[in-house]
T-cell receptor, first 114, second 118 residues
Framework: GQQVMQIPQYQHVQEGEDFTTYCNSS?????IQWYKQRPGGHPVFLIQ???SGEVKKQKRLTFQFGEAKKNSSLHITATQTTDVGTYFC??????????????WGAGTKLIIKP | KAGVTQTPRYLIKTRGQQVTLSCSPI?????VSWYQQTPGQGLQFLFE???????NKGNFPGRFSGRQFSNSRSEMNVSTLELGDSALYLC?????????????????FGPGTRLTVL
């Protein structure tokens, strides 16, 4: 079936270092969404990317959608303790066999080293 | 607007029992999706309902079922509980954006129901 692979599973960084998580879909997506789940919380929507090659920024967060609309990345500059959590990507498939299903990556857990 | 609510928040059951979880979406949202999340795991999609119809289904056994009512509230049921069913069950509602995928179809998650099977 269709999959969205997300790597890495975990990333340990010192506060102030950068963080990047990558998602790669087995098929072309109509859009991709990013969510953040704080420890003990529930996923919260961050952003949606729709266009090929789209880049969006939210303060220290930069989101990219690949030209082929199959991959995406989230980059955080100069991490802070408030960035701790698990970041999920979720790709919306194109209508067809999958009927616009939202396929979730496994998430990348951002851990700030003390 | 009130957020997505889920009841109960915590539940303890024993193997072989069945359980029903409830989800009330944000007012005006017609799509409800259910997810299972186990420690260290990602979000495993269970099913999605839209206008009382199941629109998508994940790879879970038939013991997991759901339904949606005319007011968009949704329930999921797990029969013959197994130890491995212990998890956080999340529901998410969204405004239908499926007809036009370029519209934001943000998933708004509830706080979840934590199910423990003993």
């Amino acid at each position: 079936g269709q999959q969205v692979m997300q790597i890495p599973q975990y990333q340990h960084v010192q506060e102030g270092e950068d963080f990047t998580t990558y998602c790669n879909s087995s098929t072309t997506l109509s859009n991709i969404q990013w969510y953040k789940q704080r420890p003990g919380g529930h996923p919260v929507f961050l952003i949606q990317l729709v266009k090929s090659g789209e880049v969006k920024k939210q303060k220290r967060l930069t989101f990219q959608f690949g030209e082929a609309k199959k991959n995406s990345s989230l980059h955080i500059t100069a991490t802070q303790t408030t960035d701790v959590g698990t970041y999920f990507c979720a790709g919306r498939t194109i209508k067809g066999d999958s009927n616009y299903q939202l396929i979730w990556g496994a998430g990348t857990k951002l851990i700030i080293k003390p | 607007k009130a957020g997505v609510t889920q009841t109960p928040r915590y539940l303890i059951k024993t193997r072989g029992q069945q359980v029903t979880l409830s989800c009330s979406p944000i007012s005006g949202h017609r799509s409800v999706s259910w997810y299972q999340q186990t420690p260290g795991q990602g979000l495993q999609f269970l099913f999605e309902y839209f206008s009382e119809t199941q629109r998508n289904k994940g790879n879970f056994p038939g013991r997991f079922s759901g339904r949606q009512f005319s007011n968009s509230r949704s329930e999921m049921n797990v029969s013959t509980l197994e130890l491995g069913d212990s998890a956080l069950y999340l529901c998410a509602s969204s405004y239908p954006g499926r007809a036009n995928p370029s519209r934001t179809d943000t998933q708004y998650f509830g706080p979840g129901t934590r199910l423990t099977v003993l």
